[in-house]
Structures are given as structure tokens and as C-alpha cells.
């Protein structure tokens, strides 16, 4: 195969997993049913981890899926499996604020097309510091690891808080 056909292909694939990503965020903001969003919000993370591993920061990518996709949308299911009566149809399903919020999303648009086409987007290749994943996750568990096990501390105590304020509200 030829170079050219191999960035195309390269090209290709970028531009489905970026659509697929954009159309699970529209699919994200439109749905009325909640646990229908948690979950696609748990693809277009994927994407995102995709277009990661696309770019070649492989570590971000397993990071997205590891602590996004494992860890915060199964706890964002965890909660709305607990919470009573999500189907109920006295809780409203639509934002009474739509043209509102319309108005803001189409005004940020337009700033980010304005600012795009402002700026000088010349390659430029700045030499980053080679960092190895293993070097990453010894430093993570000798110089880091207060903050990382004070992190683990706090989303143990927030996954229990769930579990206690789930079962007082079935008394």
C-alpha cells in the first residue's frame, strides 16, 4: 500500500470516530430519559479516549476509559438506578429554557468560528519531554501517592453517601 492510501484511510477513520462522537453529544443533549444520556455519555467518552489513542497519547486514552467511562458514568447509572421514580410523569422531561439556551450554544458557536479562523494554525512541532507510562505510574504511586489515595478516600466516601441517602429514601 502506498503512503497516500494509508493517510486517507488514517484520515478516514479519524473523521468516523469524530462523527460518531458529535452525533452520541447530540444524542447526549436531545434525550428525555436519563438513563438513556448516562449512556451516551459513556460513548462519547469512548470517542474521546479514541481520538486520544488516534493522536497517540495512549495513556490518556486508557486513563479516559479507566477513570471517565469506569468509574464516574457506572457511578452516574449507580445513582439514577437508586433514585426513585425517574419515569414518573410528573417530573418534567423538557427545559422550559430552550430558546434561551439556543441563543447562548449559537452565540458560543459563532465566538469559536471567530476565533478559528483568527488564529494562524502553522504546524509546530515543540519538543515535549519523553515520558514513559511506567515512569508515570512510579511516580504516581511514590511521589504522588497522597493525592492518589486521598482521591480513592474521597470517591469511596461519596459511593457510600450514595448508599446511605438511597436506602433512608426507601423508609
Known amino acids: 500500500m502506498n503512503s497516500g492510501l494509508i493517510q486517507q484511510l488514517s484520515s478516514s477513520v479519524f473523521y468516523i470516530i469524530a462523527g460518531l462522537t458529535v452525533f452520541f453529544a447530540i444524542r447526549l443533549v436531545i434525550s428525555r430519559n436519563i438513563f438513556h444520556s448516562a449512556i451516551f455519555l459513556a460513548m462519547v ?20 476509559v479507566l477513570i471517565y467511562v469506569g468509574a464516574i458514568v457506572i457511578l452516574f447509572l449507580f445513582v439514577i438506578m437508586l433514585t426513585a421514580s425517574i419515569h414518573d410523569r410528573a417530573i418534567s422531561q423538557m427545559n422550559k429554557q430552550v430558546l434561551i439556551s439556543a441563543a447562548g450554544a449559537a452565540a458560543f458557536l459563532l465566538l ?60
Do not use: D, H
Not at 479562523?117 to 515543540?126: E, F, H, R, V
Open 45 to 64: 467518552l469512548m470517542g474521546v479516549a479514541c481520538v486520544y489513542l488516534y493522536l497517540g497519547a495512549e495513556f490518556l486514552a486508557i486513563a479516559q
Open 112 to 171: 469559536i468560528i471567530k476565533v478559528i479562523k483568527a488564529g494562524s494554525w502553522q504546524a509546530n512541532n515543540p519538543s515535549a519531554p519523553e515520558l514513559s507510562i511506567k515512569e508515570l505510574g512510579k511516580s504516581l504511586m511514590t511521589t504522588y501517592v497522597l493525592p492518589f489515595e486521598a482521591i480513592s478516600l474521597i470517591l469511596i466516601a461519596v459511593l457510600v453517601g450514595a448508599i446511605v441517602i438511597a436506602k433512608s429514601g426507601k423508609r
